[in-house]
C-alpha cells in the first residue's frame, strides 16, 4: 500500500511475532484459569502483558484471603504469609493502571482491603486499627480490616517517603512482608498501634519506570527488590487481530473470581483479642492461632527447599537477587492452588508448585532487563550531564578570557602609553584576580588577532615576552 509494510495477500498487516510460538505456551493452557487470564490480557481494549496481568489477580487474591491463611512448606513450624509485592514495569503510558484495573475486574472483591497509600512506616499499622476508649478509660485497639492492598502508581513515592530523615517505611514493608509485627510501642497509649504477627494481610502493587528502579534496587542490601515479583506490561506478543473485551468477558468461566467462596475471616472479637496484648505486654495467639489455614505442599517443594539450602552451606549460592525464590515461589503456587479451587481444603500440587517457579524465573529475567535498561539511562544521563559540564566548561573559559582581553586593552592603553612594552607576567598580575588565569590564553589571542605586538625578541614565553597595542 506504499507505507513499506509488509502485508497478506488480504492486505492485512504481516506481523512477524504471530508466527513465532508462544513462550510457555503449556503453562498458559496447563489450568483453565491462566488460559483465560491470557485471553482476557490479549483482548481487543485490554493488550496488557498475561504475565503482567496474572501477577496483579494474584496480589488482589492474596489480599481477599484471611491472614490466618499460611504456607510452611518445609513443615519446621515457621508459618509464612501470603503477602505479595509486586513491580510492574513499563514507561509512562504504558499500561500499568490498565493492568491493575484488568485484574481488578477479573478479582472485583477483595473483602474491603484498605487502599489507602501511607506517608510513612508508621502510618501502616493504622489502616488495620483504630484506638477506643471504654467505659473504665482505658483504650483498646479495634479492627477496622484485617487487609491492605497498597497501590503506588509510581515507584517514587516510595524513593520522597523513604528519603525523608528517620522515615521507617522501607523496614517496615520488609517486616510486612514476611508477616513480622509491625507497629511501635509508643510511651503514650493513644499512639499506640501494634500489629502482632501474621495478625494483617499486605500485598502491595507499584509502578517502575526503569529509569527509576534503583528505588527497589538500591536496597539490595536490607533484601527488598529481592520480595517483588517483576513484570512487564508490554506484551510483545498480542496479537494483530483480537477478540472484542466485552465477548471474552461473557465467556469467562472462572471469573468474576468468586471470593466469597474462600475461607472466611475469623471473627472481629478473634482479631481483637490477638491485638491487644494482656497486661504484661504480651499477645497471646490462642484462639487466633488455632484459625490458622496451612496450604499443604507437595514433597516435591520440600526437596526443592532442602536442596537449596543444601547447595547454599556449600557455597553454590545464586544471585543474590534471587535469594528468596523459593519462598516467593511458595507463596505464588498458594495463591494458584486458591485461583483453581476457592472452595477446597488448600494444597499445592506438582503443576502448580512448577507452574510457581515458571512465574518466578520470568520475574528473574523481566528483572534483568529492567536492571540493563536502568543501567542504560544512567548511562545516556551521564554522557549527557558530562556533554553538558564540558560545554558550559568551555563556556566559562571562553567568556573569561573575553574579560581578560579587555582588562589587557584598558591596562596598556592606561600604563604604556609610549608602548615601549610591559611584561607578559606584570600584564598578568593587574588583571582582575577572577580572570587572571585566562591572562595568556587571552595575549595570545590579542596577538593572533594583531590587536597587540610583542616589542623586541620573542622570547618564546608570553609572560617574558614585552606586549604592546599595535
Known amino acids: 500500500m506504499g507505507d513499506g509494510i509488509p502485508r497478506t495477500a488480504e492486505g492485512v498487516m504481516y506481523d512477524p511475532l504471530e508466527s513465532c510460538p508462544e513462550d ?22 485490554i493488550r496488557v502483558n498475561p504475565w503482567a496481568l496474572l501477577s496483579a489477580v494474584l496480589c488482589r487474591l492474596s489480599v481477599a484471603l484471611p491472614p490466618t491463611v499460611v504456607i510452611d512448606p518445609l513443615n519446621n513450624m515457621q508459618p509464612m504469609p501470603l503477602n505479595v509485592f509486586l513491580a510492574l514495569i513499563g514507561p509512562s ?12 475486574t ?13 506517608a510513612s512506616g508508621e502510618g501502616i499499622p493504622t489502616m488495620y486499627t483504630y484506638r477506643e476508649r471504654g467505659d473504665d478509660g482505658s483504650s483498646r485497639l479495634k479492627l477496622s480490616s484485617p487487609r491492605s492492598l497498597l497501590s503506588m502508581p509510581e515507584i517514587t513515592h ?6 525523608r530523615v528517620g522515615s521507617t517505611l522501607v523496614s517496615t514493608l520488609l517486616s510486612a512482608y514476611q508477616g513480622e509485627p509491625i507497629g511501635a510501642a509508643n510511651r503514650a497509649e493513644d499512639n499506640r498501634y501494634e500489629i502482632p504477627r501474621l495478625g494483617y494481610r499486605l500485598s502491595l502493587i507499584t509502578g517502575v519506570q526503569p529509569s527509576n528502579a534503583n528505588v527497589i534496587l538500591d536496597n539490595e542490601g536490607s533484601g527488598l527488590p529481592q520480595r517483588f515479583l517483576w513484570f512487564d506490561v508490554a506484551d510483545p506478543r498480542t496479537p494483530m487481530h483480537a477478540v472484542s473485551t466485552p465477548e471474552v468477558l461473557s465467556s469467562l468461566t472462572c471469573f468474576p473470581y468468586p471470593t466469597s467462596k474462600l475461607p472466611p475471616d475469623p471473627d472481629k472479637a478473634v482479631f481483637e483479642a490477638y491485638y491487644n496484648p494482656n497486661s504484661d505486654g504480651i499477645h497471646k495467639a490462642g484462639e487466633y492461632q488455632n484459625a490458622f489455614i496451612t496450604v499443604a505442599f507437595p514433597d516435591k517443594a520440600a526437596d526443592d527447599f532442602e536442596c537449596e539450602r543444601i547447595r547454599a552451606n556449600r557455597g553454590k549460592t545464586r544471585d543474590p537477587l534471587d535469594a528468596h525464590l523459593l519462598q516467593t515461589a511458595a507463596r505464588v503456587a498458594a495463591l494458584l492452588a486458591f485461583l483453581e479451587r476457592p472452595d477446597a481444603y488448600p494444597y499445592v500440587t506438582e503443576t502448580e508448585w512448577d507452574n510457581a517457579k515458571t512465574i518466578l524465573n520470568k520475574s528473574a529475567g523481566y528483572r534483568t532487563d529492567c536492571i540493563r535498561d536502568m543501567r542504560a539511562t544512567r548511562s545516556r544521563d551521564m554522557a549527557d550531564e558530562f556533554e553538558i559540564t564540558e560545554t558550559a566548561k568551555a563556556e566559562v573559559k571562553q567568556r573569561g578570557i ?15 602609553p609610549g608602548r615601549e612594552g610591559i611584561r607578559g607576567w606584570r600584564i598578568s598580575q593587574n588583571v582582575t584576580r577572577a580572570y587572571r588565569q585566562y591572562t ?31
Open 24 to 45: 510457555n505456551d503449556q503453562f498458559w493452557k496447563s489450568s483453565v484459569a491462566l488460559s483465560e487470564i491470557r485471553l482476557y490480557a490479549r483482548s481487543r481494549g
Open 93 to 104: 503510558g504504558s499500561g500499568k493502571g490498565i493492568t491493575e484495573r484488568a485484574a481488578a
Open 106 to 118: 477479573l478479582v472485583p472483591d477483595i473483602r474491603n482491603a484498605g487502599t489507602r497509600l501511607p
Open 158 to 163: 516510595l524513593g520522597g517517603a523513604a528519603k
Open 402 to 416: 573575553e574579560n581578560a582581553k579587555a582588562r589587557i586593552t584598558e591596562y596598556l592603553q592606561a600604563h604604556n
Open 440 to 470: 595568556y590564553d587571552a595575549l595570545a589571542d590579542l596577538y593572533e588577532g594583531g590587536h597587540v605586538k610583542i616589542c623586541g625578541p620573542d622570547s618564546g614565553k608570553l609572560s617574558g615576552n614585552s606586549w604592546r597595542l599595535s
